[in-house]
């Protein structure tokens, strides 16, 4: 009674009211068969955008007839060189060099399920993916290779495919960059793989070896993307090629009416081995013959801005720590966005503060999606009409389905009322892999659980909350981190922020505020505590307040919540 008294009505989301908030020219639904599988779209963006740029790194440009030659060398190399079937695993350990795109096709053009392997794993989290997912080869940068040098024996990895970062930039400049890398920078720790398979004599063998074409289809699993999931320990869901060609198609659904074929350049700075640019930088764009700049180390900010001099890029995806950093570049800020047309932030909650200030340097609305790996990823996005920054998620992706559910599991068919996120399309993985188990907790009447609150309103705008196991419940009301983050950002000295509840010993739990100053600022604890008692209630208003450096990090930028609950060291 309470909502409907406060002008909240009850809205049946089956007939998805989204679709009358669409732009006129995104469509309802998509053909997620537009495609049998990734090869056959592979096939046709090769074809169709044979001479024009697909990737460039480090100065270095492979156009898509360039890219077709080398993934048909690396499949025909894992057919007959390596004797692998349809159907086995390889896992991909490497940041965004040209062997990704080439390693990644080639890997799927010879039938094989694609595991994305983060270079940054500990050897414990490294042994738990390679075995768990039954991994019979991986290709590694030879940066990484101490790392697997410590559980290889443990794992049940036959062949190891040793590369390095220069190995497709030429021969001088190639030579140089591994001279660099090994000798001056000395970024190699010493490793012992002693069977290991030098990725250019791989190619080198492949090139002079038959490929078969696989027969595939969209049931096909492509590949195994490891995840926290909604519950528990790292685990792979089973994407087929089916949920990523729809996922592409539901991009393009949505984005499509703002790009060009053959006419985009995308900076591609979150690693392709995260589904987000997996499916965003390295399908959606390949599907419609865009230039991608591969950016290897997205974390050097300075370096990563002298790259983009002279690359008049038209689009740009990241996360919420990335477009902050590059708002808060002075170098960036003198650039030219004449060509800028589209922005897409994901991954973590975009914050108010940083889409505003993207849109003031840049002119380009930052457009916040949502997804997560169990969907290929996207399931919503801000429409491109959208004028500026409104706090939500947009709204869901063509030939997409979402409720909002209490905690007794029934549908919430009020407005602006808090309830777990759940989803169906075709995008919707079939499970985890050996987890029947995690599958039943993660699915719920045919519909995935996502783990994460929200609310959504009449034109069917959805928004974060926050993730259940995030929230902080302080004398049994509960807080949301994004919330006092959100509020935080807004103060003009601070460049960073992440919120965690800490025990208390009468009101259960109580806030704690970690911060990063800008540079110069002289921020103190009581001058933010007067900025948060200005947009917060009593009870949501951080308790303890904690001045850091820099927030704990995931490679992809997303912050560490939990690694927050501690002192700083």
Not at 175 to 183: C, E, I, L
Not at 326 to 347: A, E, M, W
Not at 523 to 546: D, F
Request: net charge negative; aromatic share 8%.
């Amino acid at each position: 009674m309470e909502h409907i008294l406060s002008g909240q009505q009850p809205t049946p989301f089956s007939d998805k009211p989204w679709l009358n908030r669409y732009p006129a020219d995104v469509p309802a639904d998509i053909d997620a068969d537009k495609f049998t599988s990734l090869l056959e779209m592979f096939e046709h963006g090769v074809s169709e955008f044979a001479d024009l740029p697909a990737y460039s790194n480090f100065g270095k440009t492979l156009t898509y007839r360039d890219l077709d030659r080398l993934s048909r060398d690396f499949a025909a190399y894992l057919q007959q060189g390596l004797k692998l079937a349809p159907g086995e695993r390889i896992a991909l350990m490497m940041p965004n060099l040209l062997q990704y795109p080439v390693c990644l096709f080639g890997a799927l053009r010879a039938g094989l399920v694609v595991v994305n392997v983060n270079p940054l794993y500990t050897a414990r989290e490294l042994k738990h993916q390679l075995s768990d997912a039954g991994t019979s080869t991986i290709v590694i940068v030879e940066n990484f290779a101490h790392t697997l040098t410590e559980v290889l024996e443990e794992t049940p990895v036959k062949q190891v495919i040793l590369t390095r970062m220069g190995d497709h930039l030429g021969l001088v400049k190639g030579t140089m960059v591994n001279v660099v890398v090994r000798h001056i920078k000395k970024l190699v720790p010493d490793y012992h793989l002693p069977a290991a398979i030098a990725y250019k004599t791989a190619m080198a063998q492949g090139s002079g070896l038959r490929y078969t074409r696989p027969e595939l289809n969209g049931d096909t699993l492509a590949f195994l993307q490891y995840t926290g999931g909604t519950t528990g320990r790292s685990k792979g869901a089973m994407l087929s090629h089916r949920n990523m060609l729809a996922n592409v198609e539901q991009c393009l659904g949505v984005y499509g009416p703002v790009l060009s074929k053959g006419q985009e350049k995308v900076v591609t700075a979150l690693p392709l081995y995260h589904v987000f640019a997996l499916t965003v930088n390295g399908l959606l764009f390949f599907r419609i013959g865009a230039h991608n700049l591969l950016i290897t180390n997205p974390r050097d900010i300075k370096g990563f801005v002298r790259e983009l001099k002279g690359y008049d890029f038209s689009c740009i995806t990241g996360v919420n720590t990335l477009f902050n950093a590059l708002v808060n570049n002075t170098d960036f800020q003198g650039h030219d966005f004449k060509s800028l047309k589209l922005t897409i932030g994901g991954g973590m909650a975009v914050q108010r503060a940083v889409a505003e200030q993207w849109q003031a340097i840049t002119g380009s609305r930052l457009l916040e999606g949502y997804g997560l790996t169990e969907c290929s990823p996207l399931v919503t996005v801000c429409p491109y009409d959208m004028d500026g920054y409104n706090g939500s998620i947009g709204l869901p992706v063509c030939s997409t389905e979402v409720r909002l559910v209490d905690d007794n599991g029934a549908e919430i068919h009020l407005t602006h009322t808090p309830g777990e996120l759940e989803v169906k399309g075709p995008q919707v993985m079939s499970g985890y892999w050996g987890q029947a188990g995690e599958d039943d907790d993660a699915f719920h009447d045919g519909w995935l659980r996502t783990g994460d609150i929200a609310t959504i309103d009449g034109q069917g705008f959805l928004k974060i909350v926050d993730r259940k196991k995030d929230m902080i419940l302080v004398s049994g009301f509960n807080v949301f981190p994004n919330e006092i983050e959100d509020v935080a950002m807004q103060h003009p000295d601070v460049l960073e922020a992440g919120a965690v509840g800490v025990a208390h010993k009468t009101s259960g739990e109580i806030v704690k505020l970690v911060v990063v100053k800008k540079p110069g600022a002289s921020l103190g604890e009581k001058a933010l505590l007067v900025h948060c008692r200005q947009y917060l209630t009593a009870y949501k208003v951080p308790k303890v307040i904690e001045f850091r450096d820099e927030l704990p990090k995931t490679n992809v930028g997303k912050i560490l919540r939990r690694e927050l609950r501690e002192p700083a060291s």
